[in-house]
């Protein structure tokens, strides 16, 4: 009796079930419906990699989508190595990387556009208390030493030869590097094989490379995870992109001082990096995959690179292709994306109009 | 555990000085680690949900709910409503194969399917969600050009919540006694009717406390979801497949490690309202479970 | 027999999705696992080579230059820092299912019961938030150097203490994510003991600790055992709170409990997209090798403790806070 009461009262729940769930399946059929409707005419850009660009597209995308509203551009703080992949694979629209295409991937690849948006450049950042403010003088072997686990101690010979008057502490370094595929891991590896035969010879360069078993060092996601790894650890030393150069400067980590090509001790800013870009922007082939790296000349700095968007030339729509090319001539613009006031917020200096040019060229490719 | 018995029986009836003072001791000592093992992980977890919902608190605002994320600031009305899709849509597809798999094995436990089917789903329990988030990701994501998507996220969900349906019904159905079947049958009515008509609605509270159980496990998930679901600052607009669309647990991950306080700020809400979503599912799981176990005492 | 044929094929799903990503996985490791043998096990070596280079043959392989493959480390932190969270996690789950079983007054014994079985559901990464803005500074101020000054002649206690990202930190998130799940599904085991031998105790004069202690434990003892097994299982194939604590080392073994590991998990999440730019594409199929080793080893650890399980009946266990 009690049992058939109580399946009674079941029924007539499943019944409301019934209803409940059949409202509901209703309710998200008429939602999508409307949002479909809504999603015809509006183009999504998915933009991922570098997380030095990163800081520059969210400045970018407010401004350029309130012009255009029907471009809806999503960014993401994934690394280099992850641009390079989801724009060959076609996750994203936009790979976003400080490095260009390997040659062997330009081969698969060949449909692959680097187009070159800005250019940037990357600190050496430390974290020695009491020295933050004193621009500490490295160099690329002694750079070569830290990360390969030669030069173990902050008061080492080699650096202390370097910083004459300083007193550096007697303390173990702990080197810093990223974990995910990164273009800055390219450009400091590159500065590292190009000063560095050894470190050539062994570790070359890359977007990932085989780092060194250094005891205490430290993997970071991102340029954001490297500026917190410093932050939370006295005595570490790492690379990281200028467009962190305010949080750098925030959380009141040191800025060295590098040794560029001509043996001379630069610090990164807007004046040394035209100075390096000035030696290499004539030798940009057509394609614009080119180091910038360890430029000669009294004042460059020796670590800058172009920031490279990762585009397919062939589009799955002609809608998306003009979306991308509209985006694009409009960053690479001294009135659009590359105006000063975007450029000086992260720290990076503006495409040479003859550089301008050649990205233009590549965009137009665009289809 | 029978000498065990015999030595209590001895210290009893024999007393000496040292052995009750050593009893006393050991007693006092025993009860005092075992509070103290529980206080230990009392005061950590109270020091996670402090850290959530003190700091989740101070970032939440209206803005979290009604904008979108900009970069690394805004709102989570984007990433809220991802969760909530790709969740439910993982439960969704993941119920009827869950429900039937459960059904199988409480109903027809007698042919070779039903232990390997219950072996393959207590074993795939196990399997670590990045494998099966990788899984989708070069099957789905890459090989069949579906993108990061909806529809993508959602199989990945599915895949994981599978064993949790299936095994949670199965335990619901065979409570349901067995007399119900067999008055079933009785009548002459078919064993499916029976399992869909009597079992299954009776089943009903233990199986949705099931549905709960991985619907919370769905909302906090992360791994599976980085290479499956992507991230989207925007709204959703209905398509299945190629568009990526923003959830709630990226959001903790990868803007805690952005050195700005607004990107923290987010993160510390997204941390409130994923914890929040998923205590509370957990408690409305066991109301319902605890609820149905009063009405069978009363009925 | 028409309706189980109806739902035999649906109910097979869920054994399929389990064969389907095995086989694909084995089958798409196939070349790497051709390529690595047996060095993909024991050497200390995760080195894609050099990406700007030109691809080149070797083992009927094509590679990139200096490529290989050897991931020791990863299996070495995986296998530490759950063994390290076991071991702090089985005598807390333990003991807080004694006090919870026992030790605190009736009224309050199913609210935090039930307090503990909600912790279980909190996301993995809350716990690796909490881990990264609270217990690493913790750590790496306060407790690692005082443990290094203090408990040095304690093996692998000893040297740098570095950053707080590291083994024991990794050990210690884990192991707060498994005591619940030990602490309740030992506490139900305690509470369903049939009140007879309990009471034998009790009645020849034991106190209530030493009837839990030597009567009602031992009773619980393939309980502990097989949740021990199912923790365990969690743990290495836990990636998101290890992600944000583990300090992501590469290539080289922890010389003490401070040290940066890497595990199984967390590395398909980090390196996923750094393989995927090999454009021989060695990089992917050595990672879903890292995957199918990691399955085989949640495979054997899982199935171990279902065994085990079935001989034990303990039906709660299928059905609750492991589920």
Not at chain 1, 151 to 165: E, S, V
Not at chain 2, 217 to 226: H, K, M, Q
Not at chain 3, 225 to 241: D, K, Q
Request: aromatic share 10%; net charge positive.
């Amino acid at each position: 009796m009690s049992v058939s009461s109580r399946s009674a009262s079941v029924v007539k729940r499943s019944i409301a079930f019934r209803y409940g769930a059949i409202a509901l399946v209703l309710a998200i059929v008429a939602t999508f419906s409307v949002r479909a409707a809504l999603a015809a005419q509006n183009v999504n850009l998915l933009e991922t990699g570098s997380s030095l660009l990163y800081p520059l597209f969210n400045l970018w995308v407010p401004v350029y989508t309130k012009a255009n509203p029907s471009v809806r551009i999503t960014t993401q703080s994934t690394g280099s190595g992850t641009g390079m992949s989801q724009a060959i694979e076609g996750i994203a629209q936009i790979g976003a990387s400080d490095a260009f295409l390997s040659p062997a991937m330009m081969r698969i690849h060949p449909d692959m556009l680097n187009i070159p948006l800005a250019i940037s450049m990357q600190m050496v950042n430390y974290n020695l208390p009491g020295l933050n403010n004193r621009h500490i003088k490295l160099s690329g072997p002694v750079l070569a030493g830290i990360y390969d686990g030669s030069i173990r101690m902050w008061n080492d010979k080699a650096i202390a030869a370097m910083n004459p008057g300083v007193n550096l502490p007697d303390h173990a370094i702990i080197p810093i590097h990223r974990t995910d595929g990164s273009g800055d891991t390219f450009i400091f590896t590159q500065y590292l094989s190009f000063s560095t035969p050894s470190w050539a010879n062994q570790y070359s360069f890359g977007t990932t490379i085989s780092w060194a078993p250094v005891p205490g060092e430290l993997g970071a996601e991102g340029n954001p995870g490297m500026v917190t790894a410093l932050q939370d650890n006295e005595y570490g030393i790492a690379y990281i992109g200028t467009s962190y150069q305010q949080a750098i400067q925030q959380h009141g980590l040191g800025i060295a001082m590098l040794k560029n090509r001509n043996g001379d001790y630069v610090l990164p800013s807007a004046m040394t990096a035209k100075a390096a870009a000035a030696q290499m922007v004539s030798k940009t082939p057509a394609d614009e995959r080119i180091s910038l790296i360890f430029a000669p000349g009294p004042q460059s700095y020796p670590i800058i690179n172009y920031e490279y968007a990762l585009v397919k030339q062939r589009q799955p729509s002609a809608a998306t292709a003009a979306a991308l090319r509209n985006l694009f001539t409009w960053a690479i613009s001294p009135n659009g994306g590359n105006a000063p006031h975007f450029m000086e917020q992260v720290h990076f200096v503006p495409l040479p109009s003859s550089v301008a040019k050649l990205s233009a060229a590549q965009i137009a490719k665009i289809q | 555990m029978d000498v065990m018995a015999v030595d209590v029986r001895a210290a009893i009836v024999n007393p000496t000085l040292g052995r009750s003072l050593r009893r006393r001791i050991f007693n006092g000592l025993g009860w005092m680690l075992s509070a103290l093992t529980f206080l230990l992980l009392g005061a950590a977890m109270l020091s996670i949900l402090i850290l959530v919902f003190v700091r989740g608190a101070h970032a939440l605002n209206l803005k979290v709910f009604t904008h979108i994320t900009e970069g690394t600031s805004g709102g989570l009305l984007n990433a809220i409503e991802g969760t909530l899709i790709i969740s439910l849509g993982g439960i969704l597809l993941a119920i009827p194969p869950g429900l039937a798999a459960g059904i199988y094995l409480a109903e027809f436990n007698d042919g070779f399917l039903a232990p390997v089917l219950r072996f393959l789903s207590d074993v795939l329990v196990g399997v670590p969600s990045i494998v099966i988030g990788y899984f989708v990701y070069v099957t789905l994501v890459v090989d069949l050009g579906w993108q990061f998507s909806v529809a993508a996220a959602s199989i990945a969900l599915a895949i994981m919540s599978l064993p949790y349906i299936c095994r949670t019904s199965e335990v619901a159905l065979r409570q349901v006694p067995i007399t119900l079947r067999e008055a079933g049958h009785a009548l002459g009515v078919t064993t499916g009717t029976v399992t869909m008509r009597i079992c299954l609605p009776m089943a009903l509270p233990g199986i949705l406390t099931g549905v709960l159980l991985a619907l919370s496990i769905a909302v906090g998930e992360t791994a599976p979801l980085i290479y499956t679901a992507g991230w989207s600052s925007y709204l959703w607009t209905g398509h299945l497949t190629h568009e990526p669309v923003g959830y709630l647990t990226y959001v903790i991950w990868a803007f805690i490690t952005e050195p700005f306080e607004g990107a923290h700020a987010l993160a510390y809400a997204a941390a409130f309202l994923v914890t929040f979503f998923v205590l509370l599912i957990g408690v409305a799981a066991r109301m319902v479970l605890y609820r149905n176990a009063g009405a069978q005492r009363h009925s | 027999m028409g309706f189980r044929r109806l739902i035999a094929p649906l109910a097979s799903i869920v054994g399929l999705s389990l064969i389907v990503i095995v086989v694909f996985l084995g089958i798409y490791a196939w070349p790497a696992v051709k390529f690595n043998g047996w060095h993909f096990l024991i050497r200390n070596n995760w080195n894609l080579g050099n990406l700007y280079g030109n691809p080149i043959m070797r083992h009927g392989q094509q590679v990139m230059p200096g490529a290989a493959y050897g991931i020791l480390f990863l299996i070495v932190g995986t296998l530490l820092s759950t063994l390290i969270a076991v071991l702090i996690a089985v005598p807390f789950g333990v003991g807080a299912a004694m006090f919870l079983a026992e030790g605190i007054p009736p009224v309050l014994r199913p609210w935090l019961s039930f307090f503990v079985e909600l912790l279980a559901a909190i996301p993995s990464v809350v716990f690796g938030l909490w881990g990264y803005v609270l217990l690493i500074p913790f750590l790496s101020h306060h407790v690692f150097p005082f443990m290094a000054k203090r408990f040095g002649f304690i093996p692998f206690f000893k040297g740098s203490t570095g950053s707080g990202y590291g083994l024991l930190t990794c050990g210690l998130v884990l192991s707060l994510m498994i005591v619940p799940l030990i602490a309740a599904t030992v506490r139900d085991a305690l509470v369903s003991r049939p009140i007879g031998q309990r009471e034998a105790a009790l009645a020849l004069g034991a106190t209530r600790f030493e009837t839990l202690w030597a009567v009602e434990l031992p009773g619980v003892r393939r309980v502990i055992i097989a949740s021990t097994i199912l923790a365990t299982g969690r743990a290495l194939g836990e990636t998101m709170a290890v992600l944000m604590v583990s300090g992501n080392a590469l290539n080289y073994l922890p010389n003490n409990i401070y040290t940066p590991i890497s595990t199984m998990a967390s590395f398909i999440v980090s390196q996923l997209d750094s393989a995927l730019e090999d454009p021989t594409g060695m990089a992917v199929r050595s990672l879903a090798e890292v995957a199918l080793v990691l399955c085989a080893i949640s495979i054997v650890v899982n199935g171990i403790a279902r065994l085990l399980l079935y001989f034990s009946g303990q039906e709660r266990m299928e059905a609750g806070a492991w589920m």
